[in-house]
């Protein structure tokens, strides 16, 4: 089983961008589909991107949806996501997950990380 560490979050400016990245040890990374979520104080956690183990699938949610950028190195067993245009809405702990199924339902994944934490000022 993979273990997962995000990192890349911070402080930004509404319209900035920032990149998260997410390591994960263990040898079968490149057999998981790797999700990425955010959670908001006082909010359930939302999908925003998931990517299956060769990259060819990358469901996105509405909300982000030409905003974000989800790719993965399996060859340096990382996932990243590109956020771009960044909104005060957009102000949450984002995690990434590892499961065997790309798909959208938090449920899914069975591998977390710790969380790291983007805020978006206006």
């Known amino acids: 089983q993979v273990q997962l560490v995000e990192s890349g979050g911070g402080l930004v400016q509404a319209g900035g961008s920032l990149r998260l990245s997410c390591a994960a040890s263990g040898r079968t990374f490149s057999s998981y589909a790797m999700g990425w979520f955010r959670q908001a104080p006082g909010k359930e956690r939302e999908f925003l991107a998931a990517i299956n183990w060769s990259g060819s699938s990358t469901p996105y949610a509405d909300s982000v949806k030409g905003r974000f950028t989800i790719s993965r190195n399996n060859a340096k067993n990382t996932v990243t996501l590109q956020l771009n245009s960044l909104k005060p809405e957009d102000t949450a702990v984002y995690y990434c997950?590892?499961?065997?199924?790309?798909?959208?339902?938090?449920?899914?994944?069975?591998?977390w990380g710790q969380g790291t934490q983007v805020t978006v000022s206006s």
């Open positions: 997950a590892a499961g065997r199924l790309t798909t959208k339902s938090s449920h899914d994944y069975a591998v």
